[in-house]
T-cell receptor, first 111, second 115 residues
Framework: SQQGEEDPQALSIQEGENATMNCSYK?????LQWYRQNSGRGLVHLIL?????REKHSGRLRVTLDTSKKSSSLLITASRAADTASYFC???????????FGAGTTVTVRA | EAQVTQNPRYLITVTGKKLTVTCSQN?????MSWYRQDPGLGLRQIYY???????DKGDVPEGYKVSRKEKRNFPLILESPSPNQTSLYFC????????FGYGYTFGSGTRLTVV
């Protein structure tokens, strides 16, 4: 079952600009994670934010979490061509045994 | 290097011919899982395992089997593949259940085509 939904589905930006994508989910969670996937390859874990955290940073990534709105955002600052990929949010429902992934946001960074 | 290794990377097979996709991790992770990725449907969990000899169904288990006889290996078995199992398959592992704050390490994927 798909717990998270990303918005927008696709995003095209110029190199150097910031990219923001959002994730909404349906039920209470323990953690929310973001992953990157380069064209048909395996997903790579980017960052995890716990339900009691509101914001987290990792390099050029900034993640926010609003549990009252059941939503999260991922900001990539100063984008590079290498950031071209699909980005997925993943959530774990409180008593579940898996991560549920959204359909992803495809980001294209133009040189 | 810490990794999840899947084989094969690409596979084309015929309907009904049993196949196995192997998955091995070298991180001593307890939790392993199989997902399939289809356009418009995202990633859906097929099976998972919380430890050796402990496996359970995910969201889309029909037509698949798994086993976990050793901690490092978690093969996915298609006893009688059908065209609707054409998909991109991923194996993933994590130290423990994701809800305890662990992320997945994914394999590189297996693109399966059943004709």
């Amino acid at each position: 079952s798909q717990q998270g939904e990303e918005d927008p589905q696709a995003l095209s930006i110029q190199e150097g600009e910031n990219a923001t994508m959002n994730c909404s989910y349906k039920t209470s969670i323990n953690n929310l994670q973001w992953y990157r996937q380069n064209s048909g390859r395996g997903l790579v874990h980017l960052i995890l934010i716990r339900s009691n955290e509101r914001e987290k940073h990792s390099g050029r990534l900034r993640v926010t979490l609003d549990t009252s709105k059941k939503s999260s955002s991922l900001l990539i600052t100063a984008s590079r061509a290498a950031d071209t990929a699909s980005y997925f949010c993943a959530t774990d429902e409180s008593n579940d045994y898996k991560l549920s992934f959204g359909a992803g946001t495809t980001v294209t960074v133009r040189a | 290097e810490a990794q999840v290794t899947q084989n094969p990377r690409y596979l084309i097979t015929v309907t009904g011919k049993k196949l196995t996709v192997t998955c091995s991790q070298n991180m001593n992770h307890e939790y392993m899982s199989w997902y399939r990725q289809d356009p418009g449907l995202g990633l859906r969990q097929i099976y998972y395992s919380m430890n050796v000899e402990v496996t359970d169904k995910g969201d889309v288990p029909e037509g698949y089997k798994v086993s976990r006889k050793e901690k490092r290996n978690f093969p996915l078995i298609l006893e009688s593949p059908s065209p609707n199992q054409t998909s991109l398959y991923f194996c993933a592992s994590s130290p423990r259940l994701p809800r305890f704050g662990y992320g997945y390490t994914f394999g590189s994927g297996t693109r399966l085509t059943v004709v």
